[in-house]
């Protein structure tokens, strides 16, 4: 065996601009800026490899000679140590790009253009819930339909709408995982849904209260709670019941409340303020909540933060009610159609809904205000017993 051990540290610090051996295929290259690196040459199937085992001011003489052993012995067993040592690497990538870590990563990419960074919809829940704690510690160039399909089979047909926003979530992952140069199938997520087969899930509707009813149930919130109130504002409003919990004193001015975007629902292409008109039954509604207000919120919670959206459920439950409190705009809609003669226009308008092409939409540069405020007056006079139900004439 040739001599071995031929450097010392002080020869290697001190050594000239050059290539010097430490003996059995290792060498020191010196360069002329002053930079060296370790290089063990070795002969694998009749060929000479050289290979890099890092800079002098890195790696000791050593930790050299330990690496070196290591890769000889590599090809002692007839393996070529670069090829190696690149497998080594493509596997230790592979455990860093779990599923998991690429999702994380894919929603991380994503929270600038989610409402409220992705926490307010609870985008990666899906995932966290029903994905990851099956598959989410297999590497994501392993992932193919089968894995999918068996994450997704117990909740394709009982939890249809959360398995389509899994399923969906599976999908921004991989083709993230794609960007990342990681080698997926991008359409893994297709498959899946093929193997899955059709729901048998049957989409119902949020059950609402006939309009005709509304009168009297919005009469028997008389005791002047929080949660009375609150389905109080909700019903005269017409609105989502997030803006109605997260209500803030500040965001009210005169009969005008402005919700800021990020309570109301994201729609693509459609996340704006909405202006609410607020009749003299919304406005005598708020004057009763504002003992309840905390840290600028009307309707704050006993503890911290504002009552949840359960509370309001929770009381039309106990009334063993089927309708829920979503319901209401259903109610209000239905109330537009079938007892007034408001242009179509206006009653979604007065539910924040975009109606209309794009086009229509750049050139119609009014969010019909003062046609709202008469309407939402009427809407309040009706649930309040002060007109009969009969027809209404939009002026």
């Avoid at 894995?147 to 921004?172: E, F, G, M, V, Y």
């Avoid at 929080?226 to 019941?241: D, F, G, P, V």
């Avoid at 009969?255 to 303020?273: L, S, Y």
């Avoid at 309840?292 to 504002?306: M, T, W």
Wanted: proline letters at 4%.
């Amino acid at each position: 065996m040739p001599a071995q051990h031929k450097l010392t540290a002080t020869k290697v610090k001190n050594a000239k601009p050059g290539k010097h051996s430490d003996g059995a295929g290792l060498w020191l290259h010196k360069r002329t800026d002053g930079g060296a690196q370790w290089v063990l040459r070795v002969t694998v199937h009749g060929r000479r490899r050289e290979m890099g085992l890092g800079r002098v001011g890195d790696v000791s003489l050593k930790e050299a000679r330990e690496a070196a052993e290591r890769w000889r012995a590599v090809v002692r067993q007839g393996k070529d140590p670069i090829k190696e040592r690149d497998r080594l690497r493509r596997e230790s990538a592979r455990e860093d790009h779990t599923l998991a870590t690429v999702a994380a990563e894919a929603f991380e990419a994503r929270k600038a253009e989610l409402k409220g960074d992705g926490k307010a919809g609870r985008w990666f829940t899906p995932l966290e819930l029903h994905v990851l704690p099956k598959i989410g510690k297999v590497p994501v160039e392993d992932i193919d339909q089968r894995d999918i399909k068996d994450a997704l089979a117990p909740i394709w047909h009982s939890k249809a709408d959360t398995a389509r926003k899994a399923l969906n979530r599976l999908n921004i992952t991989l083709k993230h995982a794609a960007a990342m140069g990681l080698d997926v199938d991008v359409q893994a997520t297709e498959k899946a849904k093929a193997l899955l087969g059709k729901s048998r899930h049957e989409v119902r509707n949020i059950p609402a209260m006939s309009w005709q009813d509304v009168p009297d149930f919005y009469e028997s919130l008389s005791e002047g709670t929080i949660t009375h109130l609150a389905l109080r504002l909700l019903i005269l409003t017409a609105l989502r019941s997030t803006p109605v919990r997260f209500c803030r004193l500040d965001e009210i001015e005169g009969d005008i409340w402005t919700v800021p975007a990020r309570n109301m629902k994201a729609q693509k292409g459609h996340e704006a303020e909405f202006r609410v008109p607020l009749s003299k039954e919304a406005l005598a509604v708020i004057e009763q909540a504002k003992p309840f207000e905390r840290d600028g919120y009307l309707f704050s919670n006993v503890r911290k933060g504002v009552i949840s959206d359960a509370t309001m459920s929770a009381l039309m439950k106990r009334r063993k009610l089927d309708a829920r409190p979503h319901g209401f705009r259903s109610s209000f809609r239905t109330w537009c159609a079938e007892a007034t003669q408001v242009p179509e226009h206006i009653a979604e308008a007065s539910l924040a809904h975009v109606t209309g092409t794009k086009v229509s939409r750049a050139y119609r540069r009014t969010d019909h205000l003062e046609q709202r405020r008469v309407l939402m007056v009427r809407w309040a006079d009706y649930v309040t017993g002060k007109t009969a139900r009969k027809v209404v004439r939009l002026a």
